[in-house]
């Protein structure tokens, strides 16, 4: 995502290793896993994101489709892949505060 030129620009200033700790422990809950995430909600999470920065469909699409490539490189079965994919698009009202 940080190579990325679509959406770089949106984790500039951001404290990495607690963002990808927060990431890593809401998507194990998010996928049935135990619940050691203790962040904020990702509305509340992404709403300066939307207001300052423009945070937008085409910046969650992207996330999406790098995500999906990384699921799928890692060798994931597919079954899975599409579980993961669902559920990412299942918060895209949270992400972009509609
Ligand atoms: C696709 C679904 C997404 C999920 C499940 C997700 C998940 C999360 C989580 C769990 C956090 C941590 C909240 C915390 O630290 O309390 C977070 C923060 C953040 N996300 Fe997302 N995110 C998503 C999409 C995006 C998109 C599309 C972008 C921008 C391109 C983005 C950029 C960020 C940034 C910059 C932060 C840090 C905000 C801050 O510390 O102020 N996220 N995200």
């Given at each position: ?6 959406i770089n620009k949106l984790?500039e ?86």
């Amino acid at each position: 995502m940080l190579a990325d030129e679509r959406i770089n620009k949106l984790f500039e200033d951001i404290y990495l290793p607690i963002l990808i700790a927060h990431q890593r422990a809401f998507l194990k809950f998010a996928l049935g896993g135990p619940n050691e995430y203790t962040g904020k909600s990702l509305r509340e999470a992404h709403a300066k994101l939307v207001e300052k920065k423009g945070l937008s469909h085409y910046h969650f699409d992207s996330v999406a489709e790098i995500l999906k490539e990384s699921i799928y490189e890692a060798g994931i079965e597919e079954k899975t892949c599409n579980k993961i994919m669902n559920y990412i698009e299942s918060t895209r009202e949270e992400i972009l505060n509609l």
